[in-house]
């Protein structure tokens, strides 16, 4: 019900931008999120909107280049990433509350 996509190859510096298509009856008053897994590592929070007044929270190690985002008629949260580091190498996905529904994650690296 939720599907992750806009992954891939970037250099050190550059940008992508990650979307999540939710289906079925996840989206409308539901809070929004995207976490990643590197590999070895947990999985980490990475940002975050609400429902209602779509506001945004960001892990730090993020903030000033990533920007969360969602278009409620389409039913899709985007995840912006500029300035893009070798160590947001990881598997993106997004996530769904209340429920906790998660999609099957898009690959992100980036090549220092």
């Known amino acids: 019900q939720l599907q992750a996509s806009g992954g891939g190859l970037v250099q050190a510096g550059g940008s992508l931008k990650l979307s999540c298509a939710a289906s079925?009856?996840?989206?409308?008053?539901?809070?929004m999120a995207w976490f990643r897994q590197a590999p070895g590592k947990e999985r980490e929070f990475v940002a975050a909107?609400?429902?209602?007044?779509?506001?945004?929270s960001y892990a730090d190690s993020v903030k000033a280049r990533f920007t969360v985002s969602r278009d409620n008629s389409r039913k899709k949260v985007y995840l912006q990433m500029n300035s893009l580091k070798a160590e947001d190498t990881a598997v993106y996905y997004c996530?769904?509350?209340?429920?906790?529904?998660w999609g099957q994650g898009t690959l992100v690296t980036v090549s220092s």
């Open positions: 079925g009856r996840i989206f409308s008053g539901y809070g």
């Open positions: 909107i609400s429902w209602r007044l779509g506001s945004t």
């Open positions: 996530n769904a509350r209340p429920g906790d529904f």
